[in-house]
Antibody, heavy 120, light 110 residues
Framework: QVQLVQSGAEVKMPGASVKVSCETS????????INWVRQGTGQGLEWLGW????????NYGQKFQGRVIMTSDPSKGTAYMELSSLRSEDTAVYFC?????????????WGQGTLVTVSP | QSALTQPPSASGSPGQSVTISCTGT?????????VSWFQQHPGKAPKLIISEVIKRPSGVPDRFSGSKSGNTASLTVSGLQAEDEADYYC??????????FGGGTKLTVL
């Protein structure tokens, strides 16, 4: 069955970077793209960007350009999202979610989420 | 890149129907048939319940239906059940191949 399993919770200092992993299984990794979405406590969903694990192509949300890097390791079926220059408002649960190529809004399988806490 | 507009709350009694709206612009909701709806229970990841405006993934009850008119998409939940109480989010592809979410609607089953 399709699974996306994310790395564990992180606590970071302001100004630091965090790298969250998303290990996939149960489907062909190169045939689906990955979205990254976050959710602050009691807040709504916010899109960070997407990446194509096959070509390495990415498209980042304007708010995160210059601070986010999305990569993948096809040999491990794993996607990564690194966010730098962290500030307190980056405290959130970060989700990866796959979507069929060209169907950007069809996030049909999600990871369990990774809590990133930014605190001095 | 503004978020899509949803009502913050909606409610209905068991067995009733409720409709949640999602309003965007011609650059997102109105310009693409790439509107999805997600259901999220507390502490859980969102779950896809409607894709491409009207498609229901396997396993999603047919009580959930989607539609779109102009720049506004809608989710209708018919025959409300207690387990439908959750947060609901719309999303849409937008110009420049980006994804927008609505602010979310908390559905209460009275």
């Amino acid at each position: 069955q399709v699974q996306l399993v994310q790395s564990g919770a992180e606590v970071k200092m302001p100004g630091a970077s965090v790298k969250v992993s998303c290990e996939t299984s149960g489907y062909s990794f190169n045939n689906y793209d990955i979205n990254w979405v976050r959710q602050g406590t009691g807040q709504g969903l916010e899109w960070l960007g997407w990446m194509n694990p096959y070509s390495g192509a990415t498209n980042y949300g304007q708010k995160f350009q210059g601070r986010v890097i999305m990569t993948s390791d096809p040999s491990k079926g794993t996607a990564y999202m690194e966010l730098s220059s962290l500030r307190s408002e980056d405290t959130a649960v970060y989700f990866c979610a796959r979507f069929p190529r060209h169907y950007l809004s069809t996030l049909d399988y999600w990871g369990q989420g990774t809590l990133v806490t930014v605190s001095p | 890149q503004s978020a899509l507009t949803q009502p913050p709350s909606a409610s209905g009694s068991p067995g009733q129907s409720v409709t949640i709206s999602c309003t965007g612009t011609s650059s997102d909701v109105g310009g693409y048939n790439h509107v999805s709806w997600f259901q999220q229970h507390p502490g859980k990841a969102p779950k896809l319940i409607i894709s491409e405006v009207i498609k229901r993934p396997s396993g999603v009850p047919d009580r959930f239906s989607g539609s779109k008119s102009g720049n506004t998409a809608s989710l209708t939940v018919s025959g409300l059940q207690a387990e439908d109480e959750a947060d609901y989010y719309c999303s849409s592809k937008a110009d420049d191949n980006i994804l927008l979410f609505g602010g979310g609607t908390k559905l209460t089953v009275l």
